[in-house]
């Protein structure tokens, strides 16, 4: 089998919807691979739906059912990237480039059943060899799958990045370039501090802890299965030949890096149930009907208990907090709590380098660099290479910028 | 198998891009599928894409390439279906009917590899037979086919039509329902004489001439597969109760009918070359090429011969005009022909109907009525059931209108 062929060099390339969001970017990307194809022996390339395409669908389904069922959204949605993966495919073949566009059904990419975030269970490439073998560039419809049942899946969010390191495992190949809107990974948001740094490489693990915290450039799961698989991921410009970001191993030179980045997130709400009564078992009956309802709770902090009763403060994706503001009261009431306040005005800030693994002084540097700019930290949440604080959201710029530069990320 | 039970009423509906043109339409759709759902055991419904999305997709394919290659193409336009699909099934959820969809490579609905003009060579009824037996509304994505080698095809002009047809047949369903945005057949165009009557029935011999003749309300290809299958059609609109028109074997009463309509189309264009020698074999030297770029050559004349040449004239596709003018000056000046006029401003009126067979006197009266009305026949062409004349566009609605009080086709 070619692929297993170690001196063929195979890569795999995703365009997201930016990328390919108008007929002249389309152009622009086949331009791109025209450019490329004779570097490498054999090219995929995993494409997105156009730009909002997604979102009109979506909006379409909205318009026709409150709830639409998430077995038809798939079918619709599945649509988009259909539509960029021939739309690709006919602008090479103008670039003098033999392609062809595959659906997932036709190769196929076999999921779970889950709709709306199926995971991948096997991709067969046999059909890809075969299309490298007649010197085809392989066009792949991102983010949609197929059940052994022959039903249309798509893959959750982040799904066509899932789709393109799926591929480069399953294909054995060299790496995976992704091609964004951005140029790769920053040290913090260039547009909240000018002196944000774009990393050379940066491991699994803080690009992982990156994802998770909000940093939009990969999804945790993409990330996930890429060190599973110990696919190498580049991250670049669609727009530009700047050099991008490297996504692997953790190798020695970054074992030397204190900390890759400072990261923020707005899209958490915080929620605090007052006077719980302090008896066994009666957080369960809060956080039970909010996972029952699928609202995933992040961080959670217990005060110290006075007079029997401790105060009980979590966060929770902003866009349910009504949803678990409903639940919360009723939990609150039927508990004997005292009462339930909410704060949609958060943001959590972190930290996140493989270095502090061995350097317990994040930590205190992280505390006083927010003290000093008069930051009062609400809650904290630590892992093993990130610390996470929540503070009042007017002040996420501030602190991601005194952070940066107390960690001396700049450039 | 449910289907063969013949006591069990399986019906077919098709809707048309119209009809499920936008959001409010579907959900309409929707409504009038869930009134009709109690009166029938089973109910396969067949839908095109919405309101203009083909053109859009197209729009879109033309602007990264002048030709795009049609296989692509076809998995570019098969979206389009997908997406009225889903939504029709998630709209008929919201209106409490169980139903799902399916696209044409999940049943699957094989056609040979004619990438853009597939014909279908066989449904596989299995998955509609155990969507009904689950009290599915069965929703089929129309105009797409997948060959036995899984490539997406689509089946060219009035394809979703055809699937239905098709999809009646193989369901031995008792008839097929096709909404669109006239109320049904009619003697001739409403929109050209208020005096035009809508037809109770017509026979598939008289419904393939109309379609072949540019009235748009069925695709002949469509009309050929009904007649193939016995297959009765209801036309009729998806706005409205109205009664159609419904689509059959020809029977007693449409016997007695001499005239079923009168019918014209602006699409042409006319090529005369003058002074062409008068030897065998010259004729094929002007058409072959013509054949060979794929223009289709509707009527030809060929005058009597004078000192030794002719003057032949027929008619093409006004869109091929400047195609064939190229092919045609070029062979004309190979065999030495005098020269080459042509005229866009033609149309081709005709009449229709199945009782013109027992009855010599329909040609005569035709031309009589157009010469009345000072109206010159440029060419003539007839079938044993059509009687077609082309004249200058000037006279269209005249002679249109002349011609439906000639056969006493009113109200």
Redesign the interface.
């Known amino acids: 089998m070619a692929a297993q062929k170690r001196n063929m060099k195979i890569i795999v390339q995703k365009y997201g919807g930016t990328s390919v969001g108008t007929?002249?970017r389309?152009?622009n990307v086949?331009q791109r691979i025209a450019l490329r194809r004779n570097d490498v022996d054999a090219l995929a390339v995993v494409v997105s739906a156009m730009g909002n395409e997604t979102d009109r669908?979506l909006s379409?389904?909205r318009?026709?059912?409150?709830f639409?069922?998430l077995?038809?959204?798939d079918?619709?949605l599945?649509?988009?990237e259909?539509?960029s993966?021939?739309?690709l495919?006919?602008?090479l073949?103008?670039h003098g480039i033999k392609a062809?566009?595959f659906?997932s059904?036709?190769l196929p990419i076999i999921t779970d059943k889950k709709h709306a975030g199926a995971q991948i269970k096997e991709i067969n490439i046999s059909k890809l060899l075969q299309s490298f073998q007649e010197g085809e560039v392989a066009v792949v419809a991102g983010f949609q799958g197929i059940t052994p049942g022959?039903e249309?899946t798509t893959l959750g969010r982040g799904g066509s990045d899932t789709t393109a390191v799926g591929l480069a495992a399953a294909l054995n190949a060299n790496y995976c370039e992704i091609y964004t809107d951005v140029e790769g990974v920053y040290t913090c948001d260039p547009k909240v501090y000018v002196a944000a740094r774009k990393l050379k490489r940066i491991s699994y693990e803080s690009m992982m802890e990156l994802a998770g915290l909000g940093a939009k450039v990969l999804h945790h799961r993409c990330v996930d299965l890429a060190r599973k698989y110990n696919v190498k991921i580049l991250i670049c410009s669609s727009f530009n030949n700047a050099e991008g970001t490297w996504v692997c191993e953790e190798d020695e030179k970054m074992e030397g890096t204190l900390i890759s980045g400072v990261t923020y997130s707005r899209g958490e709400a915080k929620i605090s149930v007052l006077g719980v009564p302090d008896k066994p078992g009666i957080a369960s009956l809060i956080f039970i009907p909010l996972a029952e309802m699928g609202i995933n709770v992040d961080m959670i902090i217990q005060n110290i208990s006075r007079q029997n009763t401790a105060d009980l403060t979590f966060t929770i994706p902003a866009e349910e907090l009504e949803k678990a503001l409903y639940l919360v009261t009723k939990a609150a009431h039927e508990i004997g709590a005292e009462g339930v306040h909410h704060d949609r005005h958060i943001a959590k800030i972190s930290v996140v380098g493989g270095g502090m693994r061995s350097n317990p002084g994040v930590a205190a540097r992280m505390f006083q660099t927010l003290a000093r700019e008069g930051i009062n930290i609400m809650m904290i949440s630590t892992s093993e290479i990130k610390i996470s604080c929540v503070i009042d959201a007017r002040y996420t710029e501030l602190a991601v910028r005194a952070l940066h530069d107390a960690f001396n990320l700049g450039v």
Request: charged content about 20%; overall charge negative.
């Open positions: 007929a002249e389309i152009k086949a669908l379409l389904a318009n026709v059912a409150d639409p069922s077995r038809e959204q079918v619709l599945a649509s988009g259909q539509v993966a021939a739309l495919a006919i602008s073949a103008e062809r566009s659906l059904f036709q022959c249309i």
